[in-house]
């Protein structure tokens, strides 16, 4: 079956400006996940969802970073007034459930802001 | 301390040689683990689960789980060029659903 899709794939962005990155996952998996990857930081969480709330938020970086999901589907990961240090491949996970399932990954959407 | 920790590499095997790769992680309630492997520019694929101490086989990989040691390893048996990747180290630490994951470590299969 279809795996977990991100769009776009690529985003380049002026400093300063608003970016939404989209992120749908396997069919019937009800948690999902936003990572973001960067050289100098590795592979780090930004927040979960299972279906449309978010128990656990504490990887996002600032409040210039929300997410929400809707219809237990769907998930927008919103960046406001983007920084050059927000530049990194921001990578959506989905799972059957949250608490240790197996979490599958899309291909990513990588970020660049000038 | 990081939560989990690898060696970086690179790790530096003959084909038709085992890899062994080692995870350290901080966390004892950690309950699930969690092996990824990821190809330059790509995204990480899963690869390996682990709940339960001992080992766990899936063809030409085992994990192997010590809880009292907190310590994690994918062995890779007859490696092919085609395994040369990072391979990261994932932990989901308590009964939370976040993974955190080690660096990774670089692993190079050489023909």
């Known amino acids: 079956g279809a795996g977990v899709s991100q769009s776009p794939s690529n985003k380049v962005t002026e400093k300063g400006k608003d970016v939404e990155l989209r992120c749908d996952p396997i069919s019937g998996h009800t948690a999902l996940y936003w990572y973001r990857q960067s050289l100098g930081q590795g592979l780090e969480f930004l927040i979960y969802?299972?279906?449309?709330?978010?128990?656990?938020k504490s990887g996002l970086p600032s409040d210039r970073f929300s997410a929400e999901r809707t219809g237990g589907s769907v998930s927008t990961l919103t960046i406001q007034r983007t920084q050059q240090e927000d530049s990194a491949v921001y990578l959506c996970?989905?799972?059957?459930?949250?608490?240790?399932?197996?979490?599958?990954f899309g291909p990513g959407t990588r970020l660049t802001v000038l | 301390q990081k939560e989990v920790e690898q060696n970086s590499g690179p790790l530096s095997v003959p084909e038709g040689a085992i890899a062994s790769l080692n995870c350290t992680y901080s966390d004892r309630v950690s309950q699930s683990f969690f092996w990824y492997r990821q190809y330059s520019g790509k995204s990480p694929e899963l690869i390996m689960s682990?709940?339960?101490?001992g080992d766990k086989e899936d063809g030409r990989f085992t994990a192997q789980l010590n809880k009292a040691s907190q310590y994690v390893s994918l062995l890779i048996r007859d490696s092919q060029p085609s395994d040369s990747a990072t391979y990261l180290c994932?932990?989901?630490?308590?009964?939370?659903?976040?993974?955190?994951f080690g660096q990774g470590t670089t692993l190079q299969v050489k023909p």
């Open positions: 996970a989905s799972s059957l459930a949250a608490r240790g399932n197996e979490q599958f």
């Open positions: 682990i709940y339960s101490n």
């Open positions: 969802f299972q279906g449309n709330s978010a128990p656990d």
């Open positions: 994932a932990v989901n630490p308590g009964n939370t659903g976040k993974l955190i």
